[in-house]
């Protein structure tokens, strides 16, 4: 079974070559599966930043069972996502089919096959369709063909596997780049150029396999390698390349951190890595080359989280990573040697699993570069982020639980540097302050 499971996972990954926005794998048919409500999982009652069981249930493969009845035996969810993004100043060109500004948007539906498959085998694998681009597209996947349970003597240890179309997407912690914050953002605001490559740039083009172990549920170890499908799968299946292009045979990524729990608490901390070689893309569609050279991307990251659980009145999240960037420009920067760095960091309150402020911090920084595009070179970039979360159902005792679960939210932006410069970065008037972005959004899963 498991065999069977990998098989198809490959299949359908290279099939549909992949583009993963964040997306919540908060998803009711893994709270039916389990018999626990969503809060048992998620902070605040909706995905997609873990609890220590929730860490607990994405290791373990997602094949935690204890669910009754029919709707634990299915693994289908579904999810819609709508919003109204306004920015401080109107954008120059308006995207396609919306305004220059104040627009309201179906941002997304999708669907989800997630459950477990046997002990061994489990996982979830989401199709979306984006309302903003009117393509449908395999979205966030992690499927875990084999993981099992060992005793080594006094120890405990966990082993698995995993397939993923998004490097981080298996991470169970937050402070990584997947399922980071923020959980939603708006498609329709301008957002900055310069980004490490582990943040998104091989999201929509990639397979990925891992091997991991956690020991006495503290210390987690993990290492694989990306890829990314043939020119010829891209184009049949209508996906494009990254910014930075196609990996070059195979991009190595490893994974270590540990975490300690006392008294409804849980801190951790620990580091990535990833290296690719890619061939930059040529301009065509689903097209690179490597005739000019090939570029090499080196992240390093290093991250850092603590939660304060308590008895679930009053909740306190903290996180944060940094990342540094070695660039290797020998096709697109012709031969130069660039570096590239980003701090995340947040802070969050929850209040009963239902009333949530989240404050959020993000500074990009790094050598001259006009491979970035932006009109003067620089990918310096600063923003503060407030967001404040309602969520009116995930617990226990909540309406048509699991099947119903809402977040309602707001969300604003402020932009103090943007693409390198504070006032006219684009050589046309605009100001970092005229990206400062409000977005309402409405979050439905079911």
């Known amino acids: 079974m498991a065999r069977v499971f990998l098989k198809f996972g490959f299949a359908t990954i290279a099939a549909s070559a992949l583009f ?15 018999g626990q409500p969503c809060t048992m999982c998620h902070i605040g009652g909706f995905g997609p930043q873990l609890t220590p069981f929730g860490r607990a249930f994405k290791i373990g493969g997602y094949t935690q069972s204890g669910g009754d009845g029919w709707a634990s035996k299915i693994p289908l969810s579904a999810m819609v996502q709508t919003s109204f993004t ?16 104040d627009n309201p948007s179906l941002d997304q539906i999708s669907v989800f096959v997630a459950g477990r498959v046997s002990d061994y085998t ?14 449908v597209h395999v979205d966030n996947t992690d499927l875990r063909p084999f993981t099992t349970s060992v005793t080594l003597g006094s120890h405990d240890l966990r082993i698995g596997t995993t397939v993923t179309n998004n490097p981080t997407v298996q ?20 957002t900055p150029a310069a980004q490490p490559m582990l943040v998104g740039a091989f999201a929509g083009n990639t397979i990925g396999a891992t091997a991991y172990a956690w020991l006495d549920s503290a210390l987690y170890l993990e290492a694989g390698a990306y890829t990314t499908p043939s020119s010829w799968s891209l184009a ?8 930075q292009g196609a990996i070059v045979g195979a991009a190595p990524y490893a994974r270590i951190a540990y975490e300690y729990q006392w008294n409804n608490q ?6 990535l890595f990833m290296r690719a070689d890619v061939n930059p893309p040529t301009g065509v569609p689903f097209q690179s080359s490597g005739a000019a050279g090939q570029d090499r991307y080196s992240d390093y990251a290093f991250d850092a989280g603590y939660q304060f659980l308590g008895d679930g009145t009053h909740i306190v999240t903290v996180q944060g990573i940094y990342v540094h960037e070695d660039q290797q420009l020998n096709a697109s920067g012709a031969g130069g040697t660039f570096a590239l760095n980003q701090v995340r960091a947040n802070v969050a309150y929850w209040y009963q699993n239902t009333y949530g402020v ?12 006009p491979a970035y595009g932006t009109a003067n ?8 982020t407030v967001e404040a979360d309602w969520v009116p159902f995930g617990k226990a005792e909540s309406f048509a639980s699991p099947w119903a679960n809402l977040k309602l939210g707001a969300q604003y932006i402020v932009y103090t540097q943007f693409d390198g410069g504070r006032s006219n970065y684009d050589g046309n008037g605009r100001g970092a302050g005229g990206n400062n972005t409000l977005l309402l959004f409405a979050w439905l899963a079911f």
Do not use: C
């Open 236 to 243: 049949r299946f209508g996906d494009a390349l990254g910014g």
């Open 171 to 190: 991470d169970p912690y937050n402070s990584t780049f997947a399922w980071g914050f923020p959980f939603i953002a708006s498609a329709l605001a301008p």
């Open 20 to 34: 993963a926005p964040r997306n919540a794998e908060a998803v009711p048919s893994f709270a039916e599966q389990t």
């Open 377 to 384: 070179g620089k990918p310096n970039s600063n923003s503060f």
């Open 266 to 271: 849980a801190v951790h901390a620990g580091a």
């Open 122 to 135: 489990g996982g979830f694998m989401q199709l979306t369709w984006s309302g903003v681009t009117n393509t």
């Open 358 to 369: 989240t404050l959020g911090w993000q500074n990009t920084w790094g050598s001259l570069n």
């Open 86 to 101: 306004h920015t401080q100043q109107a954008q120059a060109t308006a995207p396609q089919h919306y305004n220059v500004n």
